[in-house]
């Protein structure tokens, strides 16, 4: 079965420190794969997407995220935080064919001032 | 517009009640998700519309019976839940995975309480 996994549960960092969260997938076809965040209270919002092409793909706030397929993974980078980035990140997996999107685990951040 | 709106914001039902989540879209996606995402977890899907057939039921029990009365609207009724079905009800909707470069927008969710 097609599974995601987000290594960190809980990342707690200060004001200007560099981020990586990290997301692999299980599933040997093609796959569109996404982050989202969910700012306390607030609705899942789209960071950023990956569908073909340049493997490094930028997103909104200063996010980026790498899709490596060798290796399964598609991990999240801010080379900064800030406070605002408090927030939970979930790593999302689209394998093609499948009208589905499968979710990690989440990744609970706070960014300390 | 690229908004998912969902009613009720809230939601307080005992257990021998009916009620019904409602989500519209109005982007023309033809595909739209129903998802429960209990605290600190991630969103797990329920079931999936498809041109306004239901394509997937993730074996959720039939306490939960979606609805898709048309391409722009998705309902969830409700009846005789338990409290652990305590939970954010999330709506999506998406092109559809059979089209290339979609992607699913989430409405704000449904906080339910069972009581």
């Known amino acids: 079965a097609q599974s995601v996994s987000q290594h960190n549960h809980h990342v707690i960092l200060s004001e200007a420190a560099s981020l990586e969260l990290g997301c692999n997938y299980s599933?040997?076809?093609?796959?569109?794969l996404f982050w989202y965040v969910q700012y306390p209270g607030q609705h899942l919002q789209l960071l950023l997407k990956y569908f073909s092409g340049d493997p490094l793909v930028k997103g909104i706030k200063g996010f980026e995220a790498e899709f490596i397929k060798s290796k399964f993974s598609f991990n999240l980078r801010k080379p900064s935080v800030q406070w605002s980035d408090t927030a939970e990140y979930f790593c999302a997996v689209n394998p093609e064919g499948y009208n589905k999107l499968i979710f990690g685990a989440g990744t609970r951040l706070a960014v300390h001032p | 517009d690229t908004e998912v709106t969902q009613t009720p914001k809230h939601l307080v039902m005992g257990m021998t009640n009916k009620k019904s989540l409602k989500c519209e879209q109005h982007m023309g996606h033809r595909a739209m998700y129903w998802y429960k995402q209990k605290a600190k977890k991630p969103p797990e899907l329920m079931f999936v519309y498809s041109y306004e057939k239901l394509s997937i039921n993730e074996s959720v029990p039939s306490r939960f019976s979606p609805e898709c009365p048309n391409s722009s609207l998705l309902n969830l009724h409700l009846h005789a839940l338990q409290p652990e079905d305590s939970a954010l009800y999330l709506c999506?909707?998406?092109?559809?995975?059979?089209?290339?470069?979609?992607?699913?927008?989430f409405g704000q969710g449904t906080r339910l309480t069972v009581v």
């Open positions: 599933y040997g076809g093609t796959v569109n």
């Open positions: 999506a909707s998406s092109q559809g995975w059979d089209e290339a470069n979609t992607e699913a927008f």
